[in-house]
């Protein structure tokens, strides 16, 4: 074994970057093998180059929403090569900052393939070498699902090559109704772009509240995406033209330029020498872990996607936080996983923490507030979309246990109300903060009278 490591991290992106670097500040020796680019998936191609591109999505609409306010935009054009180009400048920026942070905290990286060998080793693909860690963190998150036995499979894109494209396409079809879906079928249709959303359920954004998903999936379709429910595809074939023609389980076909899967991901444990080193898997591949994320193996971790605890940036970097305090520090920490507050990048936006309507009535009695309203802004666009603020009550306690807004600056809003939600501030307490005018957020402090008390159905 010619190195020796108190952590030897597999996988450079939020998590593993942020375990790194602590426990390097710590006083640790680091090092961290990284397969593909520093930054891993939310820096290379997931939320900031998606974010990116909702923020290009978003002017087509503004444009409109200008004229009544005096403005006339003429001859505005959009260039798929200029955004793309921007957006891979970015994400180049990004995954140098981060390497640059490594390389501070005195991190040592390996470019390639690591692998667990036992306990205490790991192998480097592209070398061969066997390097000795007292501890190993397994942060190698997940990768796109691909339905492999759909004929026609191939011709399909997933986010991945999403930002890539050569060109922008006329048309596309999007399966999937969750947050990868939702997101890029709006992206896409900002931009200009035919979609159609496929969706194998009734309504999308399923583990959201039930209001929520109906106001979005209606949205969408007003907007002008092709929402299309209970179906999925049996095959994908290729056609002289070069576009792409679907067949649906509903019997229908559809012809596109592009068809791109949004319907899952998956944790990346093959190949990584997990079995050898005795590390088990949950049934559905990930890493199994406690709160602590400990494996079965003493010496083993892994925090992230790749344990398929709660898929979010924030998320893998307080567990990997709470790792380093533990086996650095001494302060053993393990992540409350509890109100985690998202957001769905979609048009409209969607925040959500805390509990839906109907997981808190499985619980006990609720009180019910929603709001729907269009914001001020839309009036004089003439711009029909609708803000709906929902908030559930736990009606024995008072606490505001779920808040769920869709509408403009949704996810925004969303991060405070989590404080507040996490702190579990009493309706009571919301009310008794003063509003502020005009916005659309005071409707959240305003919400006077209930929908519905008790287990009322709403109205
Ligand atoms: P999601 O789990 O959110 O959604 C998957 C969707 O695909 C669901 O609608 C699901 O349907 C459907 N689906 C699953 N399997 C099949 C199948 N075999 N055939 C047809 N449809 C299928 O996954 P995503 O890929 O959208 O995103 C992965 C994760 O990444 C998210 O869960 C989230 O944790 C994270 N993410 C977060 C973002 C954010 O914070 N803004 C953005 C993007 C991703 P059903 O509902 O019926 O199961």
Redesign the pocket.
């Known amino acids: 074994m010619s190195h020796t490591y108190d952590l030897f991290v597999i996988g450079a992106g939020s998590g593993g970057v942020r375990a790194a670097r602590l426990a390097a500040n710590a006083g640790a020796r680091v090092a961290i093998a990284e397969e593909y680019r520093i930054g891993g998936t939310c820096v290379i191609r997931?939320?900031v180059p998606?974010k990116l591109l909702v923020y290009a999505s978003e002017f087509a609409q503004s444009f409109k929403d200008a004229v009544g306010f005096g403005w006339s935009v003429e001859g505005a054009r959009f260039d798929w090569a200029t955004l793309r180009g921007n957006v891979q400048a970015e994400v180049t920026r990004l995954s140098g900052l981060y390497r640059k942070n490594l390389d501070a905290a005195g991190v040592t990286i390996f470019e390639g393939r690591a692998a667990a060998i036992g306990p205490h080793g790991v192998r480097l693909e592209t070398s061969g070498e066997a390097i000795a860690a007292a501890r190993i963190l397994i942060a190698t998150g997940?990768h796109?699902?691909r339905?492999l036995e759909l004929k026609g499979q191939e011709l399909a894109i997933t986010?991945n090559e999403a930002f890539h494209l050569e060109r922008l396409p006329e048309s596309i079809i999007i399966?999937?109704?969750?947050?990868?879906?939702?997101?890029f079928a709006s992206i896409f249709s900002g931009l200009g772009v035919a979609t159609t959303l496929?969706?194998?359920?009734e309504k999308?954004?399923?583990?959201f509240d039930e209001d929520i998903r109906t106001h979005v999936q209606n949205e969408l379709a007003r907007t002008g995406v092709n929402v299309i429910t209970g179906a999925?595809?049996t095959e994908i074939a290729e056609l002289a033209n070069g576009r792409r023609r679907a067949s649906l389980s509903n019997g229908t076909t559809l012809e596109a330029d592009e068809i791109m899967?949004?319907?899952?991901?998956e944790p990346n444990t093959e190949g990584l020498g997990l079995e050898r080193a005795g590390v088990a898997l949950a049934k559905n591949g990930a890493v199994a872990v406690d709160a602590f994320s400990r494996t079965n193996v003493p010496s083993i971790f892994a925090v992230g996607?790749v344990t398929d605890r709660?898929?979010?940036?924030p998320v893998a970097i307080r567990e990997a936080v709470a790792f380093v305090e533990t086996e650095f520090h001494g302060r053993p920490m393990a992540f409350d996983h509890a109100d985690v507050a998202?957001?769905?990048?979609g048009r409209p936006p969607v925040g959500a923490v805390g509990l839906t309507e109907d997981a808190a009535r499985a619980r006990g009695k609720v009180r019910i507030y929603r709001s729907m309203f269009r914001p001020m802004k839309n009036i004089l666009a003439g711009n029909e979309q609708r803000t709906l603020m929902k908030l559930v009550v736990d009606a024995a306690s008072g606490r505001v246990v779920g808040v769920h807004l869709a509408g403009p600056e949704a996810?925004e809003l969303i991060q405070l109300a989590a404080i507040a939600v996490k702190a579990g501030l009493s309706k009571a307490q919301w009310d008794a903060t003063c509003a502020v005018h005009p916005t659309a957020a005071e409707e959240l402090v305003l919400m006077g009278e209930p929908l519905c008390h008790d287990n009322e159905a709403p109205a």
């Open positions: 997931g939320c998606k997940g796109t699902y339905p986010s399966a999937g109704g969750g947050y990868i879906a939702i997101e496929l969706y194998r359920g999308i954004l399923r583990g999925v595809f899967f949004a319907i899952g991901r996607d709660i898929n979010l940036t998202s957001a769905v990048f996810p």
